[in-house]
């Protein structure tokens, strides 16, 4: 590709970033004068939330950046829990999908049982984690794994099968030790499959998150109840519009990691 | 039907594994009752009017939701997909709106619906939204233009090719689409039934097993219908799509 | 001259009683070090598990391969395949250096002696300086140019090619057939070629081995004298190459060839690959199976759809 084009495309890339943001902000906008017209106390308006927002988040001491004692006592620590159980669920999820995928019959046995227990609804197990692990962090991560499992097992498994028969002969010919056989061969290519399974599972593990912390009564869930009970509705929209903002964000970085861990992707190059 | 079998035996040896774990002392019973014990309670509810009533409270909110969910999204993706330009001006705010999970919206739905039927729906219909708008972009975004060319040279105008060729070939990603909104919009109606404490519903009625503690098996079995019934749909249309959609192979397209 | 492939009774068959499919029967012939030799024969007549065979892939059912002495069973260490279908055969992970230096990382080689002859051998096929690139950034007539460096890294006593040149355009083609007799000359190795194209096979080969239609039989063993040096042009207008041509196209459709021996599948060598392979047959397609499959994908429908957008 020539300077000239890359440059081009550059352009307009940067073009039609502004173009979104520009209706990102609009949108915003848009949002302060219905609310203004509307004058409800259940539709805040966005300055409101906004400066609400800033409020509960920058109220810290200025060495500490100002953050305020929110992001540590509850963003950080939901955070946490979210990412960290995500992250289990993923290493068991890939290993439990791997033996399964390579097996030529275990799936004949557990497909069923696996599409059975990705319907059932996490939410209603909650009570039963809730006796199992008691109400906190543990239940949390019970409950954030069990429902993040099945899309990163089933992921891996159709990964893990999409191995074509022209590869598998390839690295048999080439010579190609049994032990590194899933390390060089199997995860690479099942690694596009896995990554949309993870992708999906964070949205799961976020949703989890507010669910468990909304029945056990911590972090960000607790504070979407406490606001709603409480009538601060402006920090509740607040909350709402934060795990947007996170959600966002964190699908952002795993898209990024994927870009980079994936590169080899015809699709994902910059000029494929 | 030999893979039916096989199927069903991972299955029944699911809850094989869960009765004897649970009758050898492995878990204890205060943790999870026993699956005879709930498969009794399962038993006893299928005779239950007022929860069968509930259920079928569920079920039709479920339906409304997906239809309404497909009424938007559908019509929404096909304006996306088709007019590039719309699409990258709304990216951002379609970003940021999805992944604010459903659950977090409830107090937002409560206090300005109520926790009614609507709630329910209103917030199954937010997230089931997402899979169809986003196959049916794709659908569109995705097609091959050698495909439409050919339509055009046999003289087709443009009008004719997006109704022949394009639709066509969008139908089998916009039905996933569906397939798996139907499954997040059940769990979305349970959920919130569940979160929300709505009046009537399979949710409610696991709540109440769960308020009353050492009703596990109430709540056991609740779930497990719950299951079964999101299984039972999520096979049916994977059934239907393949008679429906031969002669796509979609599986392979939709993962490159 | 010693012989470096020793094929005896070489039977192969798929499935067992009323429904096997006899893929090879009885197939005897051997190689000599340094030859050039080329099969052809009808398409689906067993080249391919004739193939897999001689390398160890499959375990054939009957008949015994000796590579230079030594009973074939697996994959033998210095023995290399380049496949026909160059994008599947090619680790798309890999950049095309570190495709090429693989078979080298089961081999006691330095990183630095690794590179240093991936580097030596991707020059030796005109494709010096692309190293760093991945394999769909190049053309498929590179493509395959790389699938040959990295079979012949490894230094192979034998080189298998099975139908190497038949997804590349005609002047790509030619331009690898070239490549692929000068580096046999410079290499002194030997290369057992698989193609159903007659000319391909006068054209590269020292000896060029006649299959009938499946199962596969030897029909012919023809020498093929012509000069070393061959050229595209003069050669192919040469009169021996034109009687020598005539005379393998004649074999091909004599009635010896085109006999059947039994009702024989279309593609035997597909069928049984993934018969051999344990993918699932379509009858053991399980609705379970399928079905996660089929949701995996729909999952995944999500990802190129922010690829999607971010591109454009």
């Known amino acids: ?272 | 039907m030999r893979t039916f079998a096989k199927g069903l035996t991972g299955l029944l040896g699911f809850f094989l594994l869960w009765e004897i774990t649970v009758q050898a002392g492995v878990l204890p019973d205060y943790w999870v009752p026993p699956a005879s014990e709930v498969a009794t309670t399962f038993v006893e509810l299928l005779g239950d009017r007022e929860f069968l009533l509930g259920v079928v409270a569920t079920l039709l909110a479920w339906l409304i939701a997906l239809g309404v969910a497909i009424g938007i999204g559908v019509p929404a993706g096909l304006l996306l997909g088709s007019v590039p330009a719309l699409q990258s001006a709304s990216r951002a705010l379609i970003e940021f709106l999805r992944p604010i999970p459903a659950v977090a919206l409830i107090p937002l739905v409560m206090v300005t619906i109520g926790s009614g039927p609507d709630a329910k729906i209103t917030l199954a219909v937010y997230a089931a939204v997402w899979p169809i708008l986003f196959n049916t972009i794709y659908a569109f975004g995705e097609i091959d233009p050698v495909l439409l060319d050919s339509a055009r040279a046999t003289g087709a105008n443009r009008r004719q090719a997006l109704t022949w060729v394009a639709l066509p070939h969008a139908a089998p990603f916009i039905f996933t689409g569906v397939r798996v909104a139907a499954s997040i919009a059940l769990i979305a109606v349970i959920s919130v039934e569940y979160i929300a404490a709505s009046e009537v519903g399979l949710g409610r009625y696991i709540l109440e097993g769960g308020m009353n503690n050492g009703h596990l098996d109430q709540v056991m079995a609740g779930t497990v219908l719950a299951g079964l019934a999101g299984w039972a749909i999520n096979s049916a249309l994977v059934g239907s799509g393949k008679r429906l959609f031969r002669w796509a192979d979609t599986e392979e397209r939709a993962t490159r | 001259m010693s012989t470096m492939l020793e094929v005896s009774g070489l039977t192969h068959q798929y499935g067992r009683g009323e429904r096997a499919h006899v893929a090879v029967r009885d197939l005897t012939f051997t190689i000599e070090a340094g030859q050039l030799a080329c099969i052809v024969g009808p398409s689906g007549c067993g080249k391919s598990t004739l193939l897999r065979c001689i390398s160890g892939l499959i375990p054939a059912t009957g008949g015994s391969v000796r590579l230079h002495g030594d009973e074939v069973s697996g994959v033998p260490d210095d023995l290399a395949v380049v496949f026909q279908d160059y994008s599947r055969s090619l680790f798309p992970w890999l950049t095309v250096a570190k495709n090429v230096e693989f078979p080298l990382r089961w081999q006691q080689v330095s990183k630095a002696d690794r590179r240093r002859r991936a580097a030596e051998v991707l020059e030796s096929v005109g494709l010096a300086g692309v190293g760093k690139k991945y394999p769909w950034q190049l053309s498929g007539g590179m493509q395959q140019r790389v699938s040959i460096a990295r079979a012949l890294v490894s230094r192979p006593a034998l080189l298998l090619m099975d139908e190497p040149f038949a997804s590349v355009d005609a002047q790509t083609r030619g331009e690898l057939e070239d490549l692929t007799r000068r580096v046999q000359r410079d290499l002194g190795s030997t290369i057992l070629l698989v193609t159903h194209d007659i000319d391909e096979s006068v054209y590269l080969a020292d000896r060029v081995l006649v299959l009938s239609k499946s199962p596969a039989a030897i029909v012919a063993d023809l020498t093929i004298d012509l000069p070393a040096e061959r050229d595209q042009i003069t050669t192919r207008e040469s009169e021996q190459f034109v009687s020598l041509r005539g005379e393998v196209a004649r074999l091909l459709q004599s009635p010896q060839v085109q006999r059947t021996g039994e009702t024989a599948p279309e593609t035997p060598a597909t069928a049984g690959s993934d018969a051999a392979h344990g993918a699932a047959s379509a009858d053991a397609a399980d609705s379970a199976t399928t079905d996660s499959a089929k949701a995996a994908a729909a999952e995944a429908v999500e990802s190129p759809d922010e690829t999607a957008a971010s591109r454009s």
């Open chain 1, 1 to 272: 590709m020539s300077i000239t084009t890359a440059a081009a495309k550059r352009g307009r890339i940067l073009g039609s970033a502004a173009v979104t943001w520009l209706v990102f902000a609009a949108a915003l906008l848009l949002w302060e004068l219905i609310a203004i017209g509307a004058d409800s106390v259940y539709f805040p308006r966005m300055t409101e939330i906004v400066a609400t927002g800033a409020d509960v988040l920058l109220s810290g001491p200025a060495w500490r950046l100002m953050l305020g004692d929110a992001v540590f006592d509850i963003v950080l620590p939901s955070l946490a829990t979210a990412l960290g159980a995500w992250a289990l669920s993923a290493l068991i999820g890939v290993a439990l999908g791997t033996a399964l995928g390579r097996s030529s019959w275990a799936m004949d046995y557990c497909g069923t049982l696996i599409s059975f227990l990705r319907s059932v609804p996490p939410v209603t197990l909650m009570p039963a984690f809730m006796v199992m692990f008691g109400i906190g962090v543990q239940m949390e991560i019970a409950a954030i794994v069990f429902s993040t499992l099945w899309p990163i097992v089933l992921n891996t498994v159709d990964g893990v099968r999409s191995v074509d028969q022209v590869k598998t002969d390839t690295a048999r010919s080439l010579g190609t030790p049994r032990r590194y056989w899933i390390g060089m061969i199997v995860l690479p290519a099942a690694m596009p499959k896995i990554f949309a399974g993870l992708r999906l599972s964070l949205s799961i593990a976020i949703l989890l998150m507010v669910v468990a912390e909304i029945v056990g009564g911590s972090g960000i869930g607790l504070r979407l109840s406490t606001t709603q009970s409480t009538v601060q509705y402006p920090e509740m929209w607040f909350w709402v519009l934060l795990l947007g903002v996170l959600g966002y964000a964190l699908n952002s970085a795993l898209l990024a990691v994927e870009r980079l861990v994936l590169g080899w992707q015809p699709t994902r190059g910059d000029d494929a």
